[in-house]
Structure formats: C-alpha cells, structure tokens
C-alpha cells in the first residue's frame, strides 16, 4: 500500500506538470459548470412557467363559473409536468416526453409541448448535460490520461527500474489507478459542490423523493464508472506494447462503448418490437371504441344493455323512472369503458416500450456506458419509468375528475335535463388540485438491478483481471 | 553472493543462454564481454527475474531469483545500459521516489550529497531529468544504488555512449563501492573499461560462456587477443 501511495504521489506531480493532463481537465471543468449552469437556467426558467401555468389554470378552472358538470368535463383542465431539481443535471427523456397534457372527459389525450419539437435537429446528438459529459467526454479524458500509463514506462525504460526495486507490478498498477482517480475526484469536487448548492438553492417545492439518497447514490454510480474506466486503460496500457496501440484499443472502446452498442441496441429494439405510429395507435383506440373490444358489441348494444340492467335492477319500466339520470351513469359507463379500451392499448404501448428497454437494460451488462445512462435518468427521475408513472398518476387523476363530474350529474339533477342544472365553485374546488411524487428510490432501485449488476460486475471483474495479469506479466513483456 | 546452476534461456529454437554456471564473490567485479546477442543481458535479466529460464538457476545469497524474487531485489540496484529516470522530475526527485520505493528515507540534504557523491553537478540537481545527458543519468543511477546500500549491482553495459571522462569518473564510483563490499556484475564491450575496472571477466559467444579469469592474471593485450580469437572462431 505504502508503495502505491508513493506511485501515486508521483503520477500526480507529473500530470500537474504535463500541459495535456492540465488542459482536458480545464476543458471538462469548463463544460461541466457550462452544463451545470444552462441545466440550472433551463431547470428555473421552465419550473417557474410550469408553476405559473398551472397556477392559472387552476384559476381558470375555480374562475369558469356556474355551469353543467359535463360541461366543466369538456372544459378540462392542463396538468403540467414538475422538473426534478436532479433534472439539471440529467435532462434524461425530458426532452422527449412532453410538459403538458389537457384534460378532458373521454379522451386520453397525448402530451404536448415536447421541448424537443422547439429544438433543431441537432438535439438529435443530445443536449450538453452534466450527465452527459460524465458519461462520454470523462471517459476520453480518463483514456488520454491513462493510456500510456504503462507504455510510457516500458517506452522510456523505466518499468525495468522500477521492478528492479522489488515492487510488484500489482503495486504499480495500483498506484497509478490510485493517482488517476484522487486527479479526477479533485476535478469533480467543484461540480459536486456546484450540484449541492445548487439543489438546495433552486429546490423549489419539489416532486422528487429520497433527494438525498438520490444524490448519494448517483455519486456512488458515477465514481463507480470513472474508477472501472480507469482500471480499463490502466489495464490496456498494461498489456499494450507501444502507447499508440494502447490510445487505439481505448478509442475503440470508447467508440463501440458510447456510439455504436447504444444504437445498435437502439435500432434492434425499434426492429424487434415496432412501436404502432401515433395515427394508428389512435385509430385503434377509437375503433375499439366505437365497436367494442370484442369488435361486436357497439356502443349502442352496451348503452341498451346497460339500461336493461338497471331497469331490471330497480324494477322500473323507463330510465325516467330510476332513482337518479341515468344519463350520468351512462357518460360514466361510457368513460369506464374508454378506460378499458385505453388501458388496453396503452399497455401494448407499454409492453412495447418494457421490451425495448429491458433488451437496454441487457445490453448494459455488455457495455457499462448504457448501465449508467439508465441509473442516471433513473436516479434523477428523468426516465421512462419516472414518466409512465406520471402518464398513470395523471390519467388516475383524469378518471377521479370526471367521475366526479359524471357521479354529480347522475346523482343530483334530472333525466333529459341539461343546461337547466348546473353546479359552481364549491363543485370546482371539490377537484383537487393535481400533486406529484415520484416514485420512491427503493422502487426506483427494483427497476435497474440489471444495470447496477452491471456496474457492480464490470467493476469487480476488471479489479480481478488486473490483478490476475500484473501477476502474470513480466516488465520486460506486454 | 551470486551464483548460476546450469542456467539456460531458450526463445524456441534459438538458444539465448546456455546452461552458465558462475559464481560471484562478495566485493567481486565480474565483468562479461561479449558480441551483442553473446546472452550476456540475457544473464542479467534473468538475475532480475525480468525473464523466467528455461532451465537452472540463479541466486542471489543462496536465494532464487524467480522464487524470491523481491527479496532478492531488495539488495540489488540495476543500472541499465541507458538509465531511463522521469523526464518531468528533476534529479532529486526521481532519487526521492525510487529511494522511497525501496524504504528508505534521506532528508533533501542527504539526497543532494549523494547526488553529489556520484559525481552529479551541483546545478542540475534540482533541474529536471529531462535536461540531463547520458552520464548524468548514470551518476543518478549510482546514487540511487548508494542510497539503497545495494550489496548486489547489476549492469548492462552502463559505460556506453559515455564520453571517456564520464566512463572513468563511473569506473571511479564502481571502484568505490566495490571497496565498500558492494558485489557487481556488468555486461560490456568495453575490454579497457573491464580489465580496468573488473577483479573477474568473462567471456560469452552465444550464449555460452566460453573464457573466464581473474583481470590480474591477463594484460589487457592478452586480453584483447583472447577476445578477438574468441570473436574470429
């Protein structure tokens, strides 16, 4: 151990001295608080329209006056979706997903205003988050300062010298692992602190759970990442007999790793299982809908069913005569029965989706990049998960209002009534107002166990690799 | 202090070492000449468990050096025929770390007056590695061997490319340690620089070990002659 700290201490006094090392820290350093700083603009701006917005769409709504309930059920409300305070720093799906839904009796209506369709088609190579540059650009920062790690000692000659010590290599490896990772924790520190900060200042009252443990275990991730990163090009350097090739081998991975896995893995999944355009996914529901799920049951025959039943219920001869409007219950039945019908559909869509991202989330036991970019969005809830679970909480939210409006409509005015009744404010503010939580960091946790396996065992085995070959290996051999 | 038993390194079919018995004594300079590829790097890396033999031996005070292999480089320092120290460290510096690495600790005031014990000018001791001739390197690498109070020195032609002054001031220094019970063994073609320098010499011809004598015993004439009929056959 002693002889490691003491590699290390002189692995770190020569990168302070070399240029390059100084400069590609810089650089980092500069993109990382530049992400950092338009994560955080981007995060207030669009935080403070989203509470505004909805602030004066809950006014429209208390302020729409006396009116029918089914009326108010048309007249909707918009829910807007909160950003996580951690969104500034993994903008995740957010971009793709949508910021706002309109809600309505009826419809499922999809969500608008993705912030993507205002961007150009350059959004299409990501936007620059902190996220983002851990992921990609430290990786290449850990490979140039790491490459010739032991190519530059067997190059120079001083590999023989320093076996000639009695040190092992394991030790030296160690060292220099040891050296790499204090470098680039000393660069992180500023960005961590910078996050910190920032997560208490701009912590507006906000939808994530488990904040703390969030940010403690996305550090752990990332630090978890960076350390394997390291032992990688310590390890290729190790067994590469000239720098050059060790940079090569690196920058293969790096590539392969970080652009070609995640868009092979991307397009295997759109091609193994297709999603349905927009236009037919609607169509189909409306379809079903209309005739039924069976395709043999109209709205009309479950309409006329539905007040055969309840005349033989209460034993009535005419829905005029039923304890309540059944034209209430029927918008109900009708609403339960688009819910079925969605519920349907929209589980296809989100078995398809399930299956795409699980094929992800084996990929990533083969590439650790993609492992971390799922733990990251996840843990910053900025995921798909994150954003089905609001998808659901909303559309339990829409299903809870109108059912509201469809119980007040049966219950308290008459069959063949419409614009004579009519209800107010006391209705309007009976709908509560919409809240969200994400979902708690255990559950989070559950979804990605492939992924932190992943993390975990490309650790271990690389940590196990290395000691195995600095065993193995002679100075004198690659 | 040294020793070999029937010590052989083999690369396929070309024979690189063939089954070399010697024996070095505690305070002995042996010197070992030879053309290149006579094996005799070949027998200081295997000294240094730098490559495993194919067969036989090596130890150093009766430990082998492939099962001992840091023990026995504890008592050793290597100096190769073109030391390499760490171009962005200054002199001071890299004997600093490489003493640190062997355990042993010297205030910056005893690292300079080793650096300056082995010859090195007093102005670039704190300059870096990198501004450093050939020789300077090697006068790094004999106080490092002083400073790890090496019994054992292993050399790999460490005179080479070096200007005559600088060859007789590391010859001086070798002289110096031997006197101190310091056991070496270098590899050369300079026949002056052993017969000089060396108490044994040997000579090698592909991977054998064709000739060995005590340097008291031959002229440096005779041993020129003896070299080169050596060579010729």
């Known amino acids: 151990m002693k002889t490691s700290i003491r590699i290390a201490k002189k692995e770190i006094k020569i990168a302070l001295r070399e240029k390059l090392v100084l400069a590609l820290s810089c650089i980092i350093l500069v993109l990382l608080g530049i992400s950092l700083y338009t994560g955080a603009i981007a995060y207030q701006q669009q935080q403070e329209a989203i509470t505004k917005a909805q602030k004066e769409k809950r006014e429209e709504w208390l302020g729409q006056g006396d009116k029918h309930p089914h009326i108010a059920a048309h007249f909707g409300t918009f829910i807007f979706k909160p950003k996580t305070v951690l969104s500034l720093f993994d903008f995740g799906l957010d971009t793709y997903t949508g910021t706002s839904v309109y809600l309505e009796a009826h419809y499922q209506h999809q969500f608008m205003f993705r912030p993507a369709q205002d961007h150009s088609s350059m959004i299409r190579f990501g936007e620059l988050s902190a996220a983002l540059v851990l992921q990609i650009l430290m990786p290449l920062l850990i490979i140039f300062l790491a490459y010739a790690s032991f190519t530059r000692e067997k190059e120079r000659g ?19 692992i040891m050296a790499y990772f204090i470098i680039l924790l000393v660069i992180l520190v500023p960005f961590v602190l910078g996050i910190l900060l920032l997560s208490y200042l701009l912590k ?134 688009g819910d079925k019908v969605y519920d349907v559909h929209w589980g296809r869509l989100l078995d398809l989706f ?125 | 202090m040294l020793k070999t038993n029937g010590l052989t390194k083999k690369y396929g079919a070309f024979t690189a070492l063939n089954a070399l018995d010697l024996e070095i004594g505690e305070g002995d300079i042996f010197c070992l000449l030879g053309a290149n590829g006579a094996g005799k790097s070949t027998t200081i890396n295997l000294f240094l468990n730098f490559i495993e033999p194919t067969s036989g031996n090596a130890t150093i005070n009766n430990l082998d050096v492939n099962e001992h292999a840091l023990e026995t480089k504890q008592v050793l320092s290597y100096i190769p025929e073109n030391l390499m120290l760490y171009p962005s460290l200054t002199g001071l510096e890299n004997l600093d770390f490489f003493c640190g690495l062997g355990g042993k600790s010297y205030s910056k005031a005893e690292l300079e007056t080793l650096l300056q014990q082995s010859g090195l000018q007093t102005d670039f001791i704190d300059k870096r590695v990198q501004n450093y001739s050939k020789g300077m390197r090697q006068k790094v690498g004999i106080a490092l061997a002083r400073a790890r109070e090496a019994k054992v020195l292993l050399l790999d032609e460490p005179t080479s490319g070096l200007d005559p002054k600088a060859s007789n001031e590391f010859s001086e220094l070798l002289l110096e340690m031997k006197d101190k019970g310091v056991t070496t063994l270098m590899a050369t073609h300079d026949l002056f620089r052993a017969k000089d320098t060396g108490t044994h010499i040997g000579i090698m011809k592909e991977g054998v070990l064709v000739e060995k004598f005590e340097s008291k015993d031959v002229s440096f004439q005779d041993l020129e002659r003896l070299y080169l009929k050596h060579m010729h056959n």
């Open chain 1, 204 to 337: 507006t009252p906000d939808t994530i759970t488990d904040l703390g443990i969030r940010i403690v275990l996305l550090g752990a991730a990332y630090m978890a990442y960076i350390f394997m990163f390291i032992v990688l090009s310590v390890l290729v350097s190790l067994k590469s007999s000239i720098s050059r090739n060790a940079l090569l081998t690196l920058l293969t991975c790096w590539i392969l790793f970080t652009i070609i896995i995640p868009k092979t893995v991307a397009n295997l999944g759109e091609s193994l299982y297709p999603l349905p355009s927009m236009k037919i996914y609607k169509e189909a529901i409306l379809k079903d809908k209309k005739d039924g799920l069976d395709g043999k049951t109209p709205r009309a025959v479950r309409m006329a069913q539905l007040e055969k039943e309840l005349l033989t219920k209460y034993k009535v001869d005419s829905v005029q005569q039923l304890p309540f409007n059944f034209d209430g219950v029927k918008m109900q039945a009708g609403e339960e029965y």
């Open chain 1, 158 to 176: 001083t590999l023989r010298l320093l076996s000639s010590q009695g040190i092992t290599l394991t030790s030296i490896a160690w060292g220099k």
């Open chain 1, 354 to 478: 399930n299956k795409q991202n699980k094929l992800g989330s084996y990929a990533s036991l083969l590439n650790p990049y993609i492992a971390l970019r799922n733990i990251s969005m996840g843990f910053s809830a900025t995921d798909l998960n994150t954003s089905v679970d609001f998808q659901k909480k909303v559309e339990n939210y829409r299903r809870v209002f109108i059912k509201k409006m469809n119980d007040d409509m049966a219950q308290n005015s008459k069959y063949g009534e419409f614009y004579e009744y009519s209800v107010g404010l006391d209705m309007w503010k009976s709908v509560e107002d919409f809240e969200y939580n994400t979902p708690s960091i255990y559950a989070t946790l559950k979804k990605y166990t492939l992924e932190l396996t992943s993390l975990f065992c490309w650790t271990v085995v690389l940590i196990l690799l290395l000691n195995y070959i600095t065993r193995k290996t002679k100075p004198t051999n690659g």
